[in-house]
């Protein structure tokens, strides 16, 4: 069993369930209005998960244009990380 001061009160786990269930209902119901924004650029500072690509379009014979990178799309990405991007 543990001490009591590491137990975590009900309450606390409803609430954050709660907050977290809200959070995602508003991050859903707001879909239809992220889906119809235009962007012509993005410019993106930041790391590999944030990095959009271009290495495939200014060499292409780069490692990252082949597998295993982009594998969870599908296809070479040149990325230098595997997956989808996040801004």
Known sequence: MLPSWK???????????IIISFSNFI????????????????????????ETGNDVQDNPSSIFARFPYGETVKKATGRCSDGLLMI
């Open 27 to 50: 991050t859903c119901n707001n879909q239809h209005i992220l889906s119809s924004c235009n962007f012509d650029a993005i410019y993106q500072v930041g790391d590999s998960i944030a």
């Open 7 to 17: 137990v975590i009160p009900p309450g606390f786990v409803f609430s954050t369930l």
